[in-house]
């Protein structure tokens, strides 16, 4: 039968069998600067997880980047009130990402992690060219579902190889990264489309605007390391030494491989089946887990999201002023979960966003029946949604 590791890290874990339903003990770790603690320093790796985390930029952008400029599209290409239409131009990248995220484990583990994130990038350039150039929604639809497969592919990959390249000490700190990037994507989206209403076709430049972080991150990827996980499991031994030299200096070379060693003989790890996911203490990790962002997305939230523009200029608030508070809202829950994920640990962080995420819903709740108050109860409203969104990027960075 298939079997996998369930590798150490920041963790450790006691054998499944012995212990079913015993519960992880989390150890917060302090920040290494390359001398305290003799850890090695997080600067060296740094700008290899920034160009990884581009594609998640690129995520953000294209979920955001019809936003604000949808009425302005459909009008240009034929489709204006056809709320079909609007709704798979913006929604067709998500089928895009399906169909691009069932492939990025295996395109990972058959050309590594560098090409993989090269080969994101090629449909995100395509894509966005076909979007910019084209007369008819048949263009914009095929252009968007091209993008839509390097969004898929692009960020598990980007978290895979972040995991692979950060030392341990910070690398709850550089995961949250991921959420960072896609905020900024999303709020650069929105400021980008902002002049869509007084320039004429200005959607079009949207379009290129993305272009020019995928070619980046395709051209970046060339001067970054490899993850050296993966050289090692292709029997590439003196080049995952080298890869870890560039990323955590020379004096942590040895340690590294070493531990890289015992974890694939699987000294610091138990071999266990496919199906122990299923019963005892995995269960309720896999569950809790996937059933958290099952919720995440049956909230709504990001409908709201994707058709913020709409939204709040239906109930009289300037989208404008609304996007670049969505934006913001979004982008400071990543900011505090960045910076007290190692310090207070995941399941501390968890519990008080999702207590955010319930006050901030009980004010929604309230301005949508109390009509009454007039003005007050669409702020309530409003406020309870960004406070809700906020919360939400803190617990899923």
Known sequence: PMRWKLNSSAYKRVPSRDAAMDLDVETPVR???????????????????????????????????????????????????????????????????????????????????????????????IGAAISALTNSLEG?????????????????????????????????????????????????SLLIGTPVKDIDR???????????????????????????????????????????????????????????????????????KYSELFYGRNFNVVFIGTTLFALQQ?????????FSSTVFRSVGVPSNLANICMGISNLSGSIVAMLLMDKLGRKVLLSGSFLGMAFAMGLQAVGANRHHLGSASVYLSVGGMLLSRSSARTSFA
């Not at 839509?148 to 692009?154: F, I, K, Q, S, V």
């Not at 959607?203 to 001067?223: D, H, I, K, N, Y």
């Open 31 to 125: 920040m290494a600067d390359g001398g305290a603690g003799g850890g090695p320093s997080w600067r060296m790796s740094l700008p290899h997880v920034c160009v990884a985390t581009l594609t998640s930029f690129l995520f953000g952008y294209h979920s955001g980047v019809v936003n604000e400029p949808l009425e302005s599209i459909s009008t240009d290409l034929g489709f204006a009130g056809n709320t079909l239409a609007e709704g798979l131009v913006v929604s067709i990248c998500l089928g895009g990402a399906f169909v691009g995220c069932l492939f990025s484990g295996s395109i990972a583990d058959g050309i590594g992690r560098r090409r993989a994130f090269q080969l994101s990038a090629l449909p995100m350039i």
């Open 140 to 188: 914009m639809l095929l252009g968007r579902f091209l993008v839509g497969t390097g969004m898929g592919l692009g960020p598990p990959v980007a978290s895979l190889y972040i995991t692979e390249v950060s030392p341990p000490s910070v690398r709850g700190t550089y995961g949250s990264f991921v959420q960072i990037a896609t905020c900024l994507g999303i709020i650069v």
């Open 202 to 272: 200005w959607w079009r430049v949207c379009f290129w605007v993305a272009a020019v972080p995928a070619t980046l991150q395709a051209l970046g990827m060339e001067f970054c390391a490899e993850s050296p996980q993966w050289l090692y499991k292709c029997g590439r031994t003196s080049e995952a030494e080298i890869q870890f030299e560039k990323l955590l200096g020379p004096l942590h070379v040895k340690s590294a491989m070493a531990e890289l060693s015992r974890s694939e003989r699987g000294d610091d790890g138990e071999s266990v």
């Open 298 to 306: 049956l909230s709504g939230i990001n409908s709201v999201f994707y």
